[in-house]
């Protein structure tokens, strides 16, 4: 595999790790007994953090990437593996 197709598909790996972890452990104004500003909506997080998440992403993403790259190496899983008309029978 070129290093630039590790790159591409390591990166895809980090953005869907990136949405994947963004909701945990974030809380409301409310529920962290924050004062709210003026206009501001009821659901937004009162206590983000880029850093954590960035990190929790890069974590996730290191591990699905060698899971796929080990894959890749040894075909555990390939196409024929996934072919849908053979397990059928048509």
């Given amino acids: 595999m070129k290093w630039t197709s590790i790159v591409a598909i390591y990166s895809l790996f ?3 790790s990136a949405f994947l972890v963004m909701p945990f452990g974030v809380r409301t104004h409310d529920e962290l007994g924050l004062e709210k500003v003026p206009g501001q909506v009821h659901s937004a997080p009162g206590n983000y953090d880029p850093k954590k998440i960035a990190t929790r992403a890069t974590l ?7 899971l796929y790259y080990a894959n ?3 075909r555990w899983i390939t196409t024929d593996d996934l072919d849908i008309s053979r397990l059928i029978g048509i």
């Fill in 14 to 16: 980090w953005v869907f």
């Fill in 60 to 66: 996730l993403a290191v591990v699905l990437f060698g």
């Fill in 72 to 74: 890749y190496v040894n």
